[in-house]
C-alpha cells in the first residue's frame, strides 16, 4: 500500500507545483501586458497633448536652468575629452533631447533646437508652454 501512496503523492505535487508555476507565470505575463498598455497609453496621450492645437491653451511661461542633454544630464562623462556643452551636442546628434536641468527639476524641451543649441552648458531662461515634463519651446536666451 505505501508505494501507491508514495507514487500518488508524487505525482500529486508535480502537477499541484506545474499549476503554480503556470498560474505565477500566467499573472507576470499579465501585470507585464497591463503595464505595457497603460505606458502606451499615456505616450499616445502626452502625444496628443503636445499637438500645436494644444499649445495654444497654454500660457507660456518662463523657466531659467542648465541646457544639457537628456543621455548625460547634468553628468557628463569624466573621462572623455569634451566640456559639458560638446558633450551634450554630441548626445543631441546621437539621438538625446535638449533638457533643461533647474535644481531637482528636469524639463524635455521640444522645439527652437537653432537657439538651444547656442545655449547648451549654459544658464537660459527658455519661455514655452509646460505639458507634464516636457516644455515646448518659444525663445530661448542667455539668463541674466
Not at 498598455?37 to 505616450?43: C, N, R, V
Not at 511661461?61 to 562623462?77: Q, V
Request: charge should be positive.
Amino acid at each position: 500500500m505505501k508505494r501507491h501512496r508514495t507514487w500518488f503523492s508524487l505525482v500529486s505535487f508535480c502537477v499541484v507545483t506545474a499549476l503554480g508555476a503556470a498560474l505565477a507565470f500566467a499573472l507576470i505575463i499579465a501585470g507585464g501586458s497591463v503595464a505595457l498598455a497603460s505606458h502606451l497609453g499615456a505616450a499616445a496621450e502626452e502625444t496628443h497633448e503636445l499637438s500645436p492645437d494644444a499649445s495654444a491653451a497654454h500660457v507660456a511661461t518662463s523657466f531659467t536652468g542648465m541646457i544639457t542633454d537628456s543621455h548625460c544630464g547634468a553628468r557628463h562623462m569624466r573621462k572623455s575629452n569634451q566640456n559639458s556643452a560638446d558633450c551634450a551636442r554630441a548626445c543631441y546628434r546621437k539621438g538625446a533631447s535638449y533638457v533643461l536641468v533647474d535644481g531637482s527639476r528636469r524639463y524635455t524641451l521640444i522645439g527652437g533646437d537653432g537657439a538651444l543649441n547656442k545655449l547648451v552648458g549654459e544658464r537660459a531662461k527658455v519661455t514655452g508652454s509646460l505639458h507634464d515634463d516636457a516644455i515646448l519651446v518659444d525663445s530661448a536666451g542667455p539668463s541674466l
